[in-house]
């Protein structure tokens, strides 16, 4: 799986650019401030429907045009495909093959992609909602049932914390059963899932630490609560769970326990990455697991997705920069970075420099 160009028209600071893209590493190189980690955010944007960074897709649109365009066509196993996005200040138009989708659930799975920037070291630093985050984005590309059961689970949950604030409480505690019944199906399914994912995410994740810092730490990956059985047994416990915190759920006014307040443990040499693990360790963590992710990729659709690196490389000392470009080696890889790093001497690689907002012939 590969993106061959991408076209940008009034996409954050570009005007209108076309990108060609080999299968192989792609290098885009400038100062600063130049749009290189735009364009990178604009692919990432095509496999998933949301950005990275941006918290609303109008922050998208460069400043003074009524609407941005992002195209591009994809190669894979079957065949070519084409995928563009028209962002608006009011909402936006999907296509796939011309045809527009209504869900964002139609988008996930025709590109795949793996995104790593500095700021992703908020998946060992920060709190729960980022590794959950994590999981959600790499499991909707994988799987639209997961995408769709999370969907739902969200919006019954919105629903059901509602009710938890109404004042009349025995009309609370008669409704409740009615939406835990509901909730629990799709609280299963996104545990279930959750749970097989780092299942197999954590060896990977392991293996590629110890070949960035040559077997010098041990980092393990687990889910905090640990999820056995199949999904009706899961179920059947979460529907347990919402029972006996039922009392205590009116008077918190939220729902206390189930998937959105699970969390995955990440250690190295046996510690809490996020309480003890250096600046250093920390960068490295994160980048093993998103190392893993691409693998993980690849044993569930077969294919390898693209892997977007994002000012990386001047965060890791020149060991474990070499290390890493070894490991793009068969990835189709979009590499930013301020100038032509001296680990890529001698690897082949289109270079593709930029200068606000356009490329540089």
Known sequence: MRIKNLVLK???????????????????????AQGKTNCAEAVFYLCTGTSPRARRDRQLIKYGCPEAEISSVCGGRYGDICLSARIRENGRELSVNGNRIVRNADLLGNLYAVFFSPQ???????????????????????????????????????????????????????????????????AAAVAYRRTDYIRRLAP?????????????????????????????????????????????????????????????????????????????????????????????FCQFSGEYPVLILDDVLSELDLSRRKKLVARTEGLQTILTCTHAERVLTGREAKRIRIEGGAIKR
Do not use: M
């Open 204 to 296: 990977l994740a392991a293996e590629a630490h110890a070949f960035l810092t040559d077997g010098r730490e041990e980092l393990a990956v687990a889910p905090q609560k640990k999820y056995a059985g199949s999904e009706q047994d899961i179920k059947d416990r979460l529907f347990e769970e919402l029972r006996e915190s039922c009392e205590r759920d009116v008077r918190l006014g939220f729902t206390s326990t189930g998937p959105h307040r699970d969390d995955v443990e990440i250690k190295i040499d046996g510690e809490d990455a996020k309480t003890y693990a250096s600046q250093g360790q920390t960068r490295t963590a994160a980048l093993a697991i998103k190392l893993a992710e691409v693998e993980i």
């Open 120 to 186: 992703e070291l908020r998946l060992i630093q920060d709190g729960p909602d980022e590794r959950r985050r994590f999981l959600n984005i790499s499991l909707s590309q994988l799987s639209r049932p997961y995408y769709t059961a999370l969907s739902r689970y969200n919006r019954i949950l919105e629903q059901r914390n509602n009710l938890l604030k109404d004042r009349d409480t025995s009309l609370v505690f008669e409704t409740l059963p009615v939406w835990d019944e509901q909730l629990c199906a799709y």
């Open 10 to 32: 009034n996409f954050r600071n570009y005007s209108s650019e076309q990108f060609e893209f080999c299968s192989g590493l792609n290098v885009l190189t400038g100062r600063n």
